[in-house]
């Protein structure tokens, strides 16, 4: 039980929708992550939430965007959808400034673009 | 481009048995390398390694780092059936939250 928590656990959505995925952190934890996982590859680093600001991107366009609220809950949003955003998102969220490396992930949310 | 492969991709053995997985990574500003176990749906926490040469142990898990030669392993000794998974691991960079993920080995124990 790492104390985060993701809803929906799994949607469905077609070519060109819009969808939003949702993230409680433990509080403390001021400090959000989201990931993408391909089937049969590891997480990809979308980007990263501290104390309600990015500070952090990976190799993502900007439909994939993101909201962190002051009570540890965090948002991910994609927008026009493509098949390719078929994947596994996973939101990890730690306390603190210093990455000291160790996440606390969530179940993840699966979502199918059909 | 920073990268972190992990071999092999897949490996099917007998209860009892004692594996070893391998990541190698060629990252800039590598600060540590973690292992995590997913097993079905959110990594968890093995072990956090930033010294080379220091094992860490976990019951029948034990992994080491060399930074020197820029990779690590994960042991597991007298494998059980509840250790299939697929192991990934990772490397956390400084100035960065961002971490580096292999694509994972599949771990399957049979009885």
């Known amino acids: 039980e790492t104390g985060v928590t993701q809803s929906p656990t799994h949607l469905i959505k077609t070519r060109g929708q819009q969808v939003t995925l949702r993230c409680s952190s433990q509080?403390?934890?001021?400090?959000v992550s989201w990931y993408q996982q391909a089937l049969g590859q590891g997480p990809q680093f979308i980007f990263q939430?501290?104390?309600?600001?990015?500070?952090g991107r990976g190799n993502f366009p900007p439909r994939f965007s993101g909201l962190q609220f002051p009570n540890y809950s965090s948002e991910l949003n994609v927008n026009a959808l493509e098949l390719d955003d078929s994947a596994l998102y996973l939101c990890?969220?730690?306390?603190?400034?210093?990455?000291?490396?160790?996440?606390?992930f969530g179940e993840g949310s699966r979502l199918t673009v059909l | 481009e920073d990268k972190v492969v992990q071999s092999p991709l897949s490996l099917v053995v007998h209860e009892g048995d004692t594996v070893t997985l391998n990541c190698s990574y060629e990252v800039t500003n590598f600060r540590s390398l973690l292992w995590y176990k997913q097993e079905k749906k959110a990594p968890t926490f093995l072990f956090m390694l930033t010294s080379s040469g220091i094992e860490k142990k976990s019951g029948r898990l034990s992994s080491i780092l060399d930074k020197k030669e820029l990779f690590s392993i994960l042991n597991i000794t007298a494998t059980q059936t509840g250790d299939s998974a697929v192991y990934l691991c990772a490397v956390s960079l400084y100035n960065t939250d961002k971490l580096i993920f292999g694509t994972g080995t599949r771990l399957q124990v049979f009885p």
């Open positions: 990890a969220s730690r306390t603190g400034t210093v990455n000291t490396g160790e996440l606390f």
């Open positions: 509080s403390g934890h001021n400090t």
């Open positions: 939430y501290y104390r309600e600001e990015e500070n």
